[in-house]
């Protein structure tokens, strides 16, 4: 990560969950997710939980997606809209996440 100075976008979901699903049909639908995903994120997809609480800062849920920068800080700024589970998008939210992942990307650069 710190070698192609990309942040990792880490996506938390399950095969089993609805939600997860429908996540997955929109983010593989959208054309701006999916640019930034090949070409400006490392990304690390978890279908399993992991114990590392720093990957869970809000809890144990699915879908959640947090991004991380090259020094292995967990980006707790960028949240999605709802606060009772920070880092839930759902479907309807992808131009929200569109905008995370711009903001992840410029704090980025801005920050080196």
Do not use: W
Not at 59 to 75: E, H
């Amino acid at each position: 990560m710190k070698a192609s100075n990309k942040p990792l976008m880490v996506i938390h979901h399950l095969d089993e969950c609805p939600h997860s699903q429908a996540l997955k049909k929109v983010f593989a639908e959208n054309k701006d997710v999916q640019r930034m995903a090949k070409s400006d994120f490392i990304m690390l997809n978890l279908m399993h939980e992991t114990t590392d609480n720093n990957l869970a800062p809000d809890g144990y849920y699915v879908p959640r997606i947090i991004f991380v920068d090259p020094s292995m800080t967990v980006r707790t700024d960028i949240t999605g809209k709802y606060y009772n589970r920070k880092y839930v998008y759902e479907p309807d939210d992808v131009d929200f996440l569109v905008e995370n992942m711009i903001k992840a990307k410029i704090l980025l650069h801005s920050e080196l």
